[in-house]
C-alpha cells in the first residue's frame, strides 16, 4: 500500500495528532488485554509501517500505560477522557492507531480477527443480531 495520512483525536478533542505512513495491518484483537484496555469484546487497530506520529494538540495530555508483563502492550491515552490514541511501538517501528479514535476513512479494511481463542463468550460470534440505525424500539 502506499504512503497514507490519517487525522484523529480523542473524544472531547483535547488531543489531536497526524500519523503519516503505510497501512499494514488492520485487525480485531480479542486478546483479554484489548477486551479489557476498550472495555469492549475486542479492539480494532491499524498499525502503520515506516510511520511518524505528530500531535497537532494536547500533546502534554498524553499518559501512557505498559502492562508490566507485557513484551509490547502499551496504552496511550488523554488524560482529560482516557479515550486511547495513537502510539509509537519502538519493538514493531511502527504506530499503532485505535481505528476508533480516526477522523477520516480508513484506507484499508479489517483483515482479521486475532487471538480468537481468549474472545469473551459473549463477543463476536459470527451470529446474526438485529440492526438498528439508533436505539432500537422500546
Known amino acids: 500500500m502506499n504512503e497514507v495520512t490519517l487525522n484523529g483525536s480523542c473524544l472531547c478533542g483535547a ?8 497501512p499494514q495491518r488492520f ?5 483479554s488485554r484489548c477486551r479489557k484496555a476498550s472495555g ?3 479492539a480494532t487497530n ?8 505528530v500531535f497537532t494538540h494536547g500533546e502534554a495530555l498524553l499518559k501512557r500505560y505498559k502492562v508490566p508483563d507485557a513484551e509490547r ?5 488523554c488524560s482529560e477522557c482516557g479515550s486511547s490514541v495513537a502510539r509509537f511501538v519502538p519493538e514493531l ?9 480516526l477522523d477520516c476513512p480508513v484506507p484499508i479494511q479489517p483483515q482479521a480477527r ?19 440505525t ?4 422500546a
Open 46 to 53: 491499524l498499525m502503520l509501517a515506516n510511520a511518524k506520529i
Open 114 to 132: 486475532i487471538f480468537w481463542d481468549s474472545r469473551a463468550e459473549w463477543s463476536c460470534d459470527d451470529q446474526e443480531l438485529p440492526r438498528f
Open 40 to 42: 469492549t469484546g475486542h
Open 27 to 31: 485487525y480485531h484483537c480479542h486478546c
Open 15 to 22: 488531543v489531536r495528532y497526524e500519523v503519516v505512513g503505510d
Open 73 to 77: 502492550f502499551t496504552r496511550q491515552f
Open 93 to 101: 517501528g511502527a504506530v499503532i492507531v485505535p481505528a476508533g479514535s
Open 134 to 137: 439508533e436505539y432500537p424500539p
